[in-house]
């Protein structure tokens, strides 16, 4: 049995290029399809947000239109509701990496908010690089790759072949023209490689022991190769 940390947002709103705040949190089956089949293998799972806030989840992101109808919805909704793990978090601060073997990040529009300038989140996923522990990262999780900076100042995933939520995904969405910055120029920007798959279609990048998703589409997947690297 293997034990993963899940770093998640405690962001509810994520602030627009006007200063305006739009409702968010984490997108559900970024972090409900990870859960579940690292839970079906055995494994144990911990949560952990800034300041060991309950993680909200994106409302959005409970639709039956982006869950496959409503069994499925109601089945996601139960998930990220009830879910012990989800409800009784751990501070960010307070985590010991010493205590876990994998790190996941799921996206949502909220780590732009929060961990992408979070010191807690870029130490962890700083030191979880360095150790060679699986990373995985999906959709708008990689954010957080941005707090990852070592102590000379450059950003530790440098160099690494990663994918996110792309800006053709961005725009479809609806969100490119009302953001602060988009994702995958910022990700661009700090020195990793960003694939970019076709749009909201299953992709995934694996890099050493770095693993991303690009989209919601991506979860199962990246939670499959996951399951690889613990063995």
């Given at each position: ?230 063995g």
């Amino acid at each position: 049995m293997a034990k993963i940390l899940f770093v998640m947002t405690g962001a509810d709103q994520w602030t627009l290029a006007d200063g305006t705040k739009h409702p968010t949190g984490y997108w559900a089956d970024e972090a409900v399809v990870p859960y579940e089949a690292l839970k079906a293998a055995g494994h144990e799972i911990t949560v952990a947000t800034p300041g060991g806030v309950v993680p909200p989840v994106d409302s959005a992101s409970l639709s039956p239109d982006v869950n496959g109808g409503p069994e499925n919805a109601a089945k996601v909704r139960s998930v990220a509701e009830n879910a012990a793990e989800f409800r009784a978090p751990v501070a960010l601060g307070d985590v010991t990496l010493d205590d876990y073997d994998a790190v996941h990040v799921p996206g949502g529009h909220g780590p732009m908010e929060d961990l992408a300038v979070d010191a807690d989140s870029g130490r962890i996923l700083t030191l979880a690089l360095r150790r060679g522990m699986p990373v995985s990262v999906v959709c708008h999780g990689p954010a957080a790759l941005l707090a990852a900076v070592t102590e000379d100042g450059t950003h530790a995933y440098a160099g690494y072949r990663i994918t996110a939520f792309t800006n053709e995904e961005e725009k479809m969405a609806g969100n490119a023209d009302k953001a602060k910055w988009l994702l995958q120029d910022r990700l661009t920007e700090a020195g990793l490689t960003v694939r970019v798959g076709d749009p909201f279609a299953p992709h995934v990048e694996v890099d050493r022991n770095v693993i991303t998703g690009q989209n919601p589409a991506s979860s199962g997947p990246l939670a499959e190769e996951l399951l690889k690297k613990l063995g």
